[in-house]
């Protein structure tokens, strides 16, 4: 026998078996999001989208087939870091998801950045992600805080209001949201004349309410979203300050709560890059097939979590499903025009989308879109180096 050909016919059956074996591996996707606490919903719906997307394409992206693990971050920051290392180290993740909470997303990005794991936001909007965190590696599918708070500024001082009252969690989000919210309403002539808050995630704002009663601003800016946004919007109108003073704020205040809300909601008006009754082809055939498949209307969480698994399609279908490709992958996303139920979108520079905010009104059981409040909106993204 020969036993360098055996050898060599050894060895290419083994690099057949090995090239065969990659081929059929699955892309491995890495949920961290809040399954439990107040954004427990937010959580559901992002993986919903995401998976609603999959499933889209006969649940392969690029030509592969997903294998997904998941952990719950419970929106705490303290465990963000090891819940980010369970995904990246023990599950050794592709692709990382997550998350909701501006808090952990900002100990997800580092941990992303650390193992150089390519990482997709779906929801926390903290600014340093797209701003001093950003990297070649770090996208975002949902906004930063400072968007669709800003672009409520000009709305409202347009409305007639010239003095306001903020109020909010104190954590990045709020306090970046009501940055936001200042930057436009004081540009337009306005004034911020106080600036509440409370801590994430509380929901005790009674003396609070007392505190608006007593300033007796034109109107009221606030930032709050899933359990806490039900919470707060029912007791504004309890206390019956909805009556005197006008609330608004960025559109997570009423999307995905509207059910729990009620009547106390109806009638607000918000800001945000989603809407309902855009009643457009794209998002009429994403709200049916979403519907049919939750039994419940989409969210602006839900946009968010598909268009994350579109962009990874954009990703992976330009490097022909072939992962190790890593830089091709991601600049074929960084140059994506995503063609989102909200409306196209690319993005930035930084990551973060470049996109229409819209002005909606609550009427029923949705944000009825009114108007584009502002086109096109992109990020300054203060800080960010690439
Ligand atoms: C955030 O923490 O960035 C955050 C959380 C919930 C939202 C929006 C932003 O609905």
Redesign the pocket.
Known sequence: MNHALTRAAIAAALTFAASGAQAADKIKVGFMLPYSGT?AA?GTAIENGFKLYVAEQGGKLGGREIEYFKVDDESNPAKAAENANRLIKRDQVDVLIGT????V?MALAKAAKDSDTTLIVT????NAITGPLCGPGIFRTSFT?WQPAYAMGPVAFNKGHKTAVTITWK???GDEAIGGFKEGFEKAGGKVVKELSLPFPNVEFQSLLTEIAATKPDMVFT?F??GGAVKFVQDYHAAGLDKTIPLYG?G?LT?GTLQAQGASAQGLLTTLHYADGLNTPRDNAFRADYAKNYNMPPDV?AVQGYDAAQLMQSGLTAVKGDFSKKADFRTAMRGATVDSPRGPFTLSPAGNPVQDIYLRRVDGLENKVVDVAVKKLADPARGCKL
């Open positions: 954004f937010l909701v909470h501006s808090g997303a929801n926390a909007g903290a805080n954590y990045a989000a930032f979203a899933g960025s997570f999307d969480y």
